[in-house]
């Protein structure tokens, strides 16, 4: 963990003696889900994009994450699917593919990889639900601050100093090393062309 404050034993979330607040920065990924991956529409026939020909619907809910430190940071996401159906008259079971992707900076993919979740309707059941998980290894010299950008952003500040007015994390230098090591664990639905701007445009 990086200490991102001016200094002091306060609790995150309080001010310090120097009148700056007390915040925490973890350098282990977090988990998130992308805009428009959260969900899937499944039609029958596949072509159509019409109400009535809506199969199934699938959410992804309950993301949590999970941090190990070890000789890097291990990220485990796990999640519930929730999905319900048009058709209950028969058992069915539905697979569905999803992605977790490691993100650097908010905008480099370093890794992904693609899995498979499965949901079993029981006859005459409208919903099911399934459990799944993600992980990510993210090096822990990539993901700290280097030792003089900690210092210049928890070095304490007085009244009357030059640099007593400056936000330390408005400098080039900070916000570009709190970019660089910056990690996110992104967890969605692995969608089509097709399917992504269904969610984008419904």
Do not use: H, W
Request: contains cysteine; hydrophobic residues 45%; glycine residues 6%.
């Amino acid at each position: 963990m990086a200490v991102l404050a001016l200094a002091g034993c306060s609790r995150r979330g309080e001010i310090d003696a120097t009148g700056g607040i007390v915040a925490v920065r973890s350098a282990c990924p977090i988990a998130a889900i992308p805009a428009q991956t959260g969900d899937i529409t499944l039609f029958n026939p596949a072509q159509s994009r019409d109400a009535s020909a809506i199969d199934v619907v699938a959410e992804i809910t309950n993301l949590r994450s999970t941090c190990a430190d070890g000789t890097q940071y291990y990220t485990e996401a796990t999640f519930v699917v929730n999905a319900r159906r048009s058709d209950a008259s028969v058992a069915r079971q539905v697979t569905l593919p999803y992605f977790s992707a490691v993100v650097r900076g908010g905008n480099v993919v370093v890794a992904k990889r693609v899995n498979q979740v499965t949901l079993n309707f029981a006859a005459g059941e409208y919903r099911a639900s399934a459990q799944a998980k993600a992980g990510s290894y993210v090096d822990k010299a990539a993901a700290s601050l280097p030792a003089d950008i900690q210092a210049k952003i928890t070095q304490k500040r007085k009244a009357g100093d030059a640099d007593a007015a400056i936000d330390p994390f408005a400098q080039p230098d900070v916000k570009a090393a709190l970019l660089r090591t910056s990690f996110e664990l992104l967890v969605g639905f692995n969608l089509t062309q097709d399917q992504l701007k269904y969610n984008a445009t419904r």
